[in-house]
Nanobody, 122 residues
Framework: QVQPVESGGGLVQPGGSLSLSCVFSGGTFSIYSVAWFRQAPGKEREFVAAISSSDSPWYGDPPRGRFTVARNNAKNTAYLHMYRLNIEDSGVYFC????????????????WGRGTQVTVSQ
């Protein structure tokens, strides 16, 4: 059973940066596509970014140009590096893994972490 565990969330000021990590256990990490989603209070879960098993990144519209997704198969870890954060980036960030090609829908991913809170505030 693949189990992702996110970390790295916290409080950051507008314009700041934050990096999230997601460590996977219980499976062969390198074969999975990995995605990051986020959810703000009262809003639907939103696709942020994904990276394929062949290391190709893909980004959703809101964070495009400000976020970078990466993976390190040797460490069974995926990353989301976030720059120039604004208040609208606040929310719970989830990582997820799926065996298919990365897509922007939650249904494309089987294994989910519990999330890590990111708060952008003065």
């Amino acid at each position: 059973q693949v189990q992702p565990v996110e970390s790295g969330g916290g409080l950051v000021q507008p314009g700041g940066s934050l990096s999230l990590s997601c460590v996977f256990s219980g499976g062969t990490f390198s074969i999975y596509s990995v995605a990051w989603f986020r959810q703000a209070p009262g809003k639907e879960r939103e696709f942020v970014a994904a990276i394929s098993s062949s290391d190709s990144p893909w980004y959703g519209d809101p964070p495009r140009g400000r976020f970078t997704v990466a993976r390190n198969n040797a460490k069974n870890t995926a990353y989301l590096h976030m720059y120039r954060l604004n208040i609208e980036d606040s929310g719970v960030y989830f990582c997820a893994a799926g065996s298919g090609v990365p897509i922007a829908a939650s249904s494309g991913y089987t294994y989910w972490g519990r999330g890590t809170q990111v708060t952008v505030s003065q």
